[in-house]
Structure formats: structure tokens, C-alpha cells
């Protein structure tokens, strides 16, 4: 496997639900990145790691919980969240601050009941 | 606060025809890097093109140009013999030098007419 993948592709769950989202990125970069994307609003930055540490955390719920076990994996723990969290989450990655750019997995589409 | 703003929120262009899509951006910073990506309907993001902020010359990369208006904080994207594979959502994107902050605008819904 090449690029960012994360999985599922979609997840439907509902308020009391207990769920993961999984990101692994297979090159080589040391920083890995949580977006939220809803329509007709700017992508949300909802956290980042750097070397398995977080250096970004923009004052998202504690519904949402990350974790980077190593610098290769990245999940996303859902609990108890709201319909508006429905959206696309995106995993990314870049090499640190010096890379260029974000290389983006195909995200995964959440709708919660 | 920093913000991306793109005013247009769905362009239509011809195939081969010329298209330029619009963003500015508000930041007190002097070192920073500009990019546009573009996201297919298949959702992947992909870089198209960036700028690093210190340079005055404009990035292209085959049909797609920039124009960057350090001091109008302005960053357009000009795509030339437009193609039915460049309809996409892009995104104009903006990140201060040293930082992890990719800050994005809400994007433009770009669709080719055939």
C-alpha cells in the first residue's frame, strides 16, 4: 500500500455508540494531522502529531479522542457524539514543518443518527 | 486571526477555455506558504500548486498558474485548456513558516462543460 489510507470508508453509528477511525500512512513522514471537512465550511484542523506527540489540538469535544501510537498510525475514538458531528474526517500527513505539503487520505464519511 | 476567504463558491468554465479561481487571505505574517489543492469527487486531496510567500515569481505547473498578490494578500489560480478531469472542489490553502496550522477556505466547486 502506497499514499495515507484510512478506514472504514464510511460508519454510521448512533449517539450512545462507541466507534474508531483508522489512518496509516506509508511514507515515511513524522507528522500526521485530523481534519473535519462539512460542506461549505473551511476544513477543520482538529489535531496533530508530531513524532507521536500533540502539538495542534483546536479546542475540539472530548467526544473526540486521538491517538498515535507510533508515527505511522493515527486513530480517532468516538463516543457519545451528536448528529453534527456527522461529516468527512480526513487523515493527512507531511514531514514535519519543513515538508511542503499535506498528503491526504480518501477520509472517512461519518453520519451519526 | 488567520482566515483563507474564496468568494466563489461554484465556477463553470469550458473545456479549453481558460478559468481563474479567486482567494485571499489575512495574515500578519511575512513568512508563509501558499497552496492550492484540489479534491475529485473521489475525495482524495492533491496538491496542485503552492508558492512560498518570499518569492516574487509566480508558481506554474503545466496548465495551472498562480497569481500572488503578496501585498493585496491575494492568491489566485489560473487554469489554461481546462480539461473534464479538472472538475474538483479546490481548496486554497495557507500555512505559516515553522508551523503545523494548514488553514483552509471553504473552497470552489469547479465544473468543465463539455
Known amino acids: 500500500e502506497t499514499g495515507v489510507t484510512q478506514t472504514p470508508r464510511h460508519l454510521v453509528m448512533g449517539m450512545t455508540n462507541k466507534k474508531s477511525l483508522k489512518c496509516e500512512q506509508h511514507?515515511?513522514?513524522?507528522?500526521m494531522y485530523w481534519y473535519k471537512q462539512s460542506a461549505k465550511k473551511p476544513l477543520e484542523l482538529m489535531f496533530v502529531?508530531?513524532?507521536?506527540?500533540?502539538?495542534e489540538n483546536n479546542s475540539v469535544p472530548s467526544r473526540f479522542s486521538p491517538e498515535c501510537p507510533n508515527s505511522s498510525h493515527l486513530f480517532l475514538h468516538l463516543h457519545t457524539l451528536q448528529p453534527e458531528d456527522s461529516a468527512l474526517y480526513l487523515c493527512?500527513?507531511?514531514?514535519?514543518?519543513?515538508?511542503?505539503?499535506?498528503?491526504f487520505g480518501e477520509g472517512s464519511r461519518l453520519t451519526v443518527l | 486571526a488567520q482566515t483563507v476567504t474564496q468568494s466563489q463558491p461554484e465556477m463553470s468554465v469550458q473545456e479549453a477555455e481558460t478559468v481563474t479561481l479567486s482567494c485571499t487571505y489575512d495574515?500578519?505574517?511575512?513568512?508563509?506558504?501558499l497552496f492550492w489543492y484540489k479534491q475529485p469527487p473521489s475525495r482524495q486531496m492533491i496538491l496542485v500548486i503552492r508558492q512560498e510567500a518570499y518569492k516574487q515569481q509566480n508558481a506554474t505547473e503545466n496548465r495551472f498558474s498562480v497569481n500572488f498578490q503578496k501585498a493585496a494578500k491575494s492568491f489566485s489560480l489560473k487554469i489554461s485548456d481546462s480539461q473534464l478531469g479538472d472538475a474538483a472542489m479546490y481548496f486554497c490553502?495557507?500555512?505559516?513558516?515553522?508551523?503545523?496550522?494548514?488553514?483552509f477556505g471553504t473552497g470552489t466547486r469547479l465544473k468543465v462543460l463539455a
Open positions: 502529531y508530531s513524532l507521536e506527540e500533540r502539538v
Open positions: 493527512a500527513s507531511s514531514q514535519g514543518t519543513v515538508g511542503w505539503e499535506l498528503f
Open positions: 511514507l515515511g513522514h513524522n507528522a
Open positions: 490553502a495557507y500555512r505559516p513558516s515553522g508551523t503545523y496550522k494548514y488553514i
Open positions: 495574515t500578519s505574517e511575512s513568512d508563509y506558504y
